[in-house]
């Protein structure tokens, strides 16, 4: 079973939809959780780190479960720009970070 | 600040070539890591750097070997590549684990 899982999509949603991603992780010691974006053939990017109160940046909103391991991203009033893949990220003790396959966005005209 | 950068954009091997890929910082990172991005697999760590001088292996080290004799660079040899070394490499640097900067990343094709 990979670490980090996602739904790969694509997810089509038109601009000012509301969309929503979901990640889960197997291992229940991990202590950082993140989501990355990614644009066709560009390098990944930090978008949010995702705290265990949840937390919120402008249109996006991350939630964190502990109990269910899974991470959810909330994209509001959906901006042509916000097109990409979004990258799960999970990262136990130590150095290394776990990511997710990605999930793709495509918003429309 | 040029941030993260890598060289060569794009490389293109023959199978039993060795090679090395660049990458430095100029943000005083501790922190450096290689990654290699495969469609359908996601990134993996090959190998990262917690300091210069220090390095150890990530999930997938096998065929490659990193240096760190300074802060800011932090470069990966292909011993001899390997058409399943064909990937999109990308380095990262950061103040800590939890912050993670990606240069634009190499484009490797071993044929």
């Known amino acids: 079973r990979k670490e980090v899982e996602q739904d790969p999509g694509p997810f089509n949603v038109p601009e000012g939809a509301t969309v929503a991603f979901n990640c889960t992780y197997s291992n229940s010691a991990s202590q950082s959780f993140f989501w990355y974006r990614q644009d066709c053939r560009k390098e990944p990017k930090l978008l949010m780190s995702v705290y265990s109160s949840g937390n919120e940046d402008g249109r996006f909103t991350a939630q964190l479960n502990r109990a269910s391991q899974y991470i959810s991203l909330l994209i509001r009033d959906s901006k042509l720009s916000d097109s990409a893949t979004y990258l799960c990220?999970?990262?136990?003790?130590?150095?290394?970070?776990?990511f997710g396959k990605g999930t793709s966005l495509l918003v429309t005209p | 600040n040029a941030g993260v950068t890598q060289t060569p954009k794009f490389q293109v091997l023959k199978t039993g070539q060795s090679m090395t890929l660049q990458c430095a910082q100029d943000?005083?990172?501790?922190?450096m890591s290689w990654y290699r991005q495969d469609p359908g697999m996601g990134l993996r760590l090959i190998h990262y750097?917690?300091?210069?001088?220090?390095?150890d292996q990530g999930e997938v080290p096998n065929g490659y070997n990193v240096s760190r004799s300074t802060t800011e660079d932090f470069p990966l040899r292909l011993l001899s590549a390997a058409p399943s070394q064909t990937s999109v490499y990308f380095c990262?640097?950061?103040?800590?684990?939890?912050?993670?900067?990606f240069g634009p990343g190499t484009r490797l094709t071993v044929l």
């Open positions: 990220v999970v990262k136990h003790s130590g150095y290394a970070l776990n």
């Open positions: 990262a640097s950061g103040p800590s684990p939890d912050t993670q900067y």
């Open positions: 943000m005083n990172h501790e922190y």
């Open positions: 750097s917690v300091g210069a001088g220090i390095t």
